[in-house]
């Protein structure tokens, strides 16, 4: 059996073809998804990179892992304590050792473990090529280490190959001699045509990433990344982004195409399983952030999932899914074995033979690394539970319907206040369930949500924690430019929130 899993960094489903994407991104990926499963319903269940990487890898939710966010204790795995064997539980139980064990050769091309110090990441794989990049590569200098890989072992039987592109990752940073393929490409229709008055609204908002501060806390333009702005003004700016981004989406499907052409070269193609899928999605003016993966939202937790497998199916499949159910799926298509620790739950009908029943009614996926925030799946809804807001003044409670608004830009909480106590119901039943979990499966019984908390805060947005040299005169540095950009009144609120502590969350319905 040969597996080839193509790891996306940042992209969003809703920006590819075969998702129904109004620009030409991905051709070649689209005929990849013509003999294949399109799963539209896929979330990682810890956002961003290290979390949902982590997730995967070790089939668990970050929550049992400890691995939620970008830094500080909640970057690390738990302790295992006295329960740790010879070895730890990432190279007992996770996916890429239990590949091995089926007789696979597993190979990694990606600089993903050095990047993010995330040396478990590594647990399982025969060989790793790290592009050195520290995850600002593009795919033209990935491409050399896949070539000469596919020359000298694609032919081999049982692999399974991890291939890494960064290029729709920001700041977007495929090279200027690609040209401009969507110069002339409307924006999607829901910017289109009232953009001038979602740029103003947006430009009124606070935090990192938001509109007007595309460098995290600031303005400023890299020279090295000129497809990225500092701030969106105006359209012109928000056309930069959105191409910048999906022009990324575009060097990224080429390099496919040049996979695809040698596997098709060598006969390989039709036998060789082929994964698409990524990380995380990216906020493209959801909650007022862009170019960010910043929040446990559907923006940035929804992936795209692609799996063409031999003698399986074609089609698509709606149900709910994680990440982490790719472990006992692939298991249960291999004939390996569940393993005991994963939280992961076997889609293999769906592959198999289409069935549209297979998958989930509910999820909840995290993010801590920019902001503390939880949410709930179910139906047409979204319910969002913030615990630390990142700076973005964010409401403890928020509520989207995401069938007639999918990018999340009316917030329904005060029309349905029944819907917020279920999603709240839900959250809390899901919590439950883990704890228990935790307290049968884990010397270490804390949620790491409240580690970071603790610790000051999301790694991104630790401003005023005592470690940071900036100290509370860099968070009063960005207070000070919010007030000159016409954000006076946030900037009153999170020096309030943050500084004075006279200010929490606003009350909810």
Excluded at 112 to 121: K, M, N, V, Y
Excluded at 343 to 351: I, R
Excluded at 375 to 395: C, I, K, Q, S
Aim: charged share 20%.
């Amino acid at each position: 059996m040969r597996i080839l899993y193509l790891d996306l960094d940042s992209c969003r489903p809703d920006h590819l073809g075969c998702y129904g994407y109004h620009r030409n991104t991905s051709p070649h990926i689209d005929a990849i998804a013509r003999q294949a499963m399109i799963f539209n319903g896929c979330h990682t269940s810890d956002a961003p990179c290290l979390p949902s990487r982590t997730a995967l890898y070790s089939g668990r939710f970050g929550i049992h892992t400890g691995v939620v966010g970008h830094g500080g204790t909640a970057a690390s795995p738990k302790n295992e304590g006295p329960r740790r064997d010879f070895s730890d539980s990432f190279v007992r139980q996770g996916l890429a050792r239990q590949l091995q064990r089926l007789g696979l050769h597993t190979a990694m091309i990606s600089p993903f473990g050095q990047r993010h110090g995330a040396h478990w990441f590594y647990a399982g794989f025969n060989e790793i090529h790290n592009s050195g990049g520290g995850g600002v590569e593009s795919a033209g200098d990935v491409w050399p280490s896949i070539e000469t890989w596919l020359d000298h072992k694609a032919s081999a039987d049982n692999w399974f190959l991890h291939v890494n592109f960064w290029d729709i990752h920001t700041p977007y940073r495929v090279p200027l001699d690609y040209g401009e393929p969507f110069a002339d490409a409307p924006l999607p229709p829901w910017l289109e045509a009232g953009a001038e008055a979602i740029i103003a609204r947006h430009n009124r908002l606070t935090g990192p990433h938001s509109s007007l501060d595309l460098d995290m806390y600031g303005d400023r333009e890299n020279p090295a990344f000129p497809r990225s702005p500092g701030a969106i003004r105006n359209r012109h700016d928000l056309r930069r982004v959105f191409n910048g981004y999906d022009t990324g989406i575009r060097y990224v499907d080429d390099h496919v195409g040049r996979i695809v052409a040698k596997l098709k070269a060598a006969g390989l193609y039709d036998d060789t399983a082929i994964i698409i899928s990524a990380d995380h999605g990216e906020n493209l003016g959801e909650l007022g952030l862009y170019s960010e993966h910043g929040t446990a939202d559907a923006a940035t937790c929804r992936v795209p999932l692609i799996i063409k497998w031999p003698g399986g199916s074609q089609g698509v499949n709606s149900k709910f899914h994680y990440n982490i159910d790719l472990a006992p799926t692939l298991m249960e298509l291999l004939g390996g074995e569940h393993q005991p620790l994963w939280d992961g739950a076997s889609f293999a009908p769906a592959v198999r033979t289409g069935d549209a029943s297979a998958g989930r009614d509910e999820i909840v996926f995290s993010q801590c690394a920019h902001v503390c925030q939880r949410a709930v799946r179910w139906e047409n809804w979204l319910y969002l539970r913030t615990y630390h807001d990142g700076f973005h003044l964010f409401p403890q409670e928020i509520l989207f319907d995401l069938a007639r608004d999918p990018h999340e830009q009316n917030d329904l909480a005060a029309q349905h206040p029944g819907l917020l106590r279920e999603g709240a119901w839900r959250l809390a039943r899901w919590h439950d369930a883990q704890m228990q979990r935790m307290a049968l499966h884990s010397d270490d019984v804390t949620d790491p949500l409240w580690t970071v908390i603790r610790e000051g805060g999301p790694f991104h947005a630790r401003l005023i924690h005592p470690g940071n040299p900036g100290g509370p005169e860099e968070f009063n540095h960005y207070l000070t430019r919010l007030e000159a950009t016409g954000r006076a009144d946030g900037a009153a609120v999170l020096r309030d929130r943050y500084l004075t502590r006279t200010v929490s969350f606003p009350d909810t319905p």
